[in-house]
């Protein structure tokens, strides 16, 4: 099972490009059973979602 420092580094490489079969399986897996990762998951959402907001930067 994929331990939570695992788990974070994927979500980051996630931003930057798909990742393989294998790791969105496990990934997802992770984030079914964590919180504390759904949560960061989210964090990165926001903070991408946000970054590319013009309005943010105005």
Not at 29 to 54: E, G, I, T, W, Y
Request: glycine letters at 2%; charged letters at 20%; hydrophobic letters at 35%.
């Amino acid at each position: 099972m994929m331990n939570c420092r695992q788990a974070s580094i994927l979500l980051s490489s996630l931003q930057d490009g798909p990742l393989t079969l294998s790791q969105r399986y496990r990934l997802r897996l992770h984030l079914v059973l964590c919180r504390d990762c759904r949560n960061f998951n989210h964090q990165l959402h926001f903070m991408r979602k946000a970054a590319r907001s013009p309005s943010h930067w105005e």
